[in-house]
């Protein structure tokens, strides 16, 4: 599992990643592998296996002192950025990198749907209690996942800092605010241009340094 992890860094991708490949960098051969994967997906998923259970067992237990389903929710999405912005090269692995190729039956194994899962179980959750969800349960949770992943893959192309992290938090928040209704029973509503924390935030990024600061 280490050599395959190790491969996959190197070569950016699994395309040149062959059974062969990997019992070379190991030291054993090819055919003895067989033995115990099928094929070359179901070895790629076997290597990050682990790094998807340690990111739904860091979601959930950042739910343990939320006090209701909403507040879960956004602990499950806040966890999730946090795990990608302290575990980069594990979240490229797990996200970032072309995985093999697969039929469309056989990619619902794929550990990633662990996360899906916990998601939707949130999104649930928070509709059984009376919160509004904007989307179908299904369709909120891909959109989060979607909004969550986007987030962190930006952060990792264009930030790479620290000083970011309260933007990423924020506009997990926002995500959020998108797709559940703030109070049980509560209408979707928009409010229009309104100023947030987070747009505060871009905009700080956006504005130049004043020439005339202490810093010019």
Same mark, same amino acid.
């Given at each position: 599992?280490?050599?395959?992890?190790?491969?996959?860094?190197?070569? !950016?991708?699994?395309?040149?990643?062959?059974?062969?490949?990997?019992?070379?960098?190991?030291? @054993?051969?090819?055919?003895? @592998?067989?033995?115990?994967?099928?094929?070359?997906s179901e070895l790629v998923w076997a290597a990050l296996a682990d790094r998807y259970e340690e990111l739904v067992a860091q979601?959930? %237990? %950042?739910?343990?002192?939320?006090?209701?389903?909403?507040?879960?929710?956004?602990?499950? =999405?806040?966890?999730?950025?946090?795990?990608?912005?302290?575990?980069?090269?594990?979240?490229?692995?797990?996200?970032?990198?072309?995985?093999?190729?697969v039929a469309p039956s056989k990619i619902s194994h794929h550990p990633a749907r662990h996360v899906s899962a916990s998601l939707?179980?949130?999104?649930?959750?928070?509709?059984?209690?009376?919160? @509004?969800?904007?989307?179908?349960?299904?369709?909120?949770?891909?959109?989060?996942?979607? !909004?969550?992943? !986007?987030?962190?893959?930006?952060?990792?192309?264009?930030?790479?800092?620290?000083?970011? $992290?309260?933007?990423?938090?924020?506009? =997990?928040?926002?995500?959020?605010?998108?797709?559940?209704?703030?109070?049980?029973?509560?209408?979707?509503?928009?409010?229009?241009?309104?100023?947030? %924390?987070?747009?505060?935030?871009?905009? $700080? @990024?956006?504005?130049?340094?004043?020439?005339?600061?202490?810093?010019?």
């Amino acid at each position: 599992m280490t050599a395959v992890q190790r491969l996959l860094v190197e070569w !950016g991708s699994p395309d040149k990643l062959t059974m062969r490949a990997v019992a070379k960098e190991v030291g @054993i051969s090819a055919p003895s @592998i067989y033995l115990h994967f099928a094929d070359k997906s179901e070895l790629v998923w076997a290597a990050l296996a682990d790094r998807y259970e340690e990111l739904v067992a860091q979601m959930t %237990a %950042a739910t343990d002192d939320a006090p209701e389903p909403r507040a879960r929710l956004q602990a499950q =999405a806040r966890a999730y950025c946090l795990f990608a912005l302290n575990n980069a090269g594990h979240y490229q692995l797990m996200f970032e990198v072309r995985q093999p190729t697969v039929a469309p039956s056989k990619i619902s194994h794929h550990p990633a749907r662990h996360v899906s899962a916990s998601l939707r179980a949130g999104i649930r959750q928070c509709q059984n209690s009376g919160y @509004i969800v904007t989307q179908p349960v299904e369709q909120a949770a891909q959109t989060l996942w979607a !909004g969550l992943h !986007g987030t962190v893959s930006l952060h990792h192309s264009f930030y790479r800092g620290e000083s970011s $992290e309260a933007l990423v938090l924020l506009l =997990a928040d926002g995500l959020i605010d998108s797709l559940v209704t703030s109070a049980p029973g509560s209408r979707p509503g928009h409010e229009g241009a309104a100023e947030t %924390a987070a747009s505060r935030h871009i905009r $700080e @990024i956006l504005t130049p340094a004043d020439p005339s600061g202490p810093d010019a």
